[in-house]
């Protein structure tokens, strides 16, 4: 069945680095993915919408990449302050164009 | 623009009762959805509409769960009767289109089923 995984649950840096997170889909072969950003008590927040025809997508401190190959999308926060801390989420549409299927997330902390 | 509108913020139930959620999309958005996150986890799926009509709704316990989008706008998401496992966050969402747009989310309802 589809699967889209994000491995690490958690991510420790120090303010001011490059915080990377991975996702990974086996199974099907998404159109598009989608980056979330969620607080505690919030509902996710939309970042980044990136195809598959689409190597990379900026977005002031952000940045995706889409690989097809490796089946796998990587997020970037540059710069990392300590308000970028939350828990990110990898979305993708299911196969047959089916409703936004997301991975558990990787919990950022960013300490100053 | 207003956002996704959900209510209540907070429930708690005793196992065997009935509970009821409420959303009411961003205007205009044709496309909502429903899901279920427990804690530590990604959000699940449990129902997707189109307008008034459901696309998805596989992933949805129909001896329990059940949900309606009268008129194409408002929905209600309703579990009769609840149990433990049903703790969770439901998160309401909508969206311009089925495809290749993003999800606009509301806060979500904590429902706590003691």
């Known amino acids: 069945s589809q699967k889209i995984e994000q491995n690490s649950e958690a991510l420790n840096i120090q303010e001011g680095k490059t915080a990377t997170l991975t996702c990974n889909y086996t199974?099907?072969?998404?159109?598009?993915l989608q980056w979330y950003r969620q607080d505690p008590g919030r509902g996710p927040v939309f970042l980044l919408l990136?195809?598959?025809?689409?190597k990379e997508k900026r977005k002031e401190r952000l940045k995706v990449t889409f690989d097809t190959t490796l089946k796998q999308s990587l997020f970037h926060i540059t710069a990392s302050q300590p308000a970028d801390s939350a828990t990110y989420l990898c979305?993708?549409?299911?196969?047959?164009?089916?409703?936004?299927?997301f991975g558990k997330g990787t919990t950022l902390s960013v300490s100053s | 623009e207003a956002g996704v509108a959900q209510s209540p913020r907070y429930k708690i139930i005793e196992k065997r009762q009935s509970v009821a959620f409420w959303c009411n999309p961003i205007s205009g958005h044709a496309t909502l959805y429903w899901y279920q996150q427990i804690l530590g986890q990604g959000p699940k799926l449990l129902i997707q509409?189109?307008?008034?009509?459901?696309?998805?709704d596989s992933q949805l316990p129909k001896d329990r769960f059940s949900a309606e989008r009268l008129k194409g706008v408002d929905s209600t998401l309703k579990i009769q009767p609840a149990k433990l496992e049903d703790s969770a966050v439901y998160l309401c969402?909508?969206?311009?289109?089925?495809?290749?747009?993003?999800?606009?989310f509301g806060q979500g309802t904590r429902l706590t089923v003691v």
């Open positions: 979305a993708s549409e299911g196969q047959a164009g089916t409703a936004l299927i």
């Open positions: 969402a909508s969206s311009l289109a089925r495809r290749n747009t993003e999800a606009f």
């Open positions: 990136i195809r598959e025809n689409e």
């Open positions: 199974n099907y072969s998404p159109a598009y």
């Open positions: 509409f189109q307008n008034n009509g459901v696309v998805d």
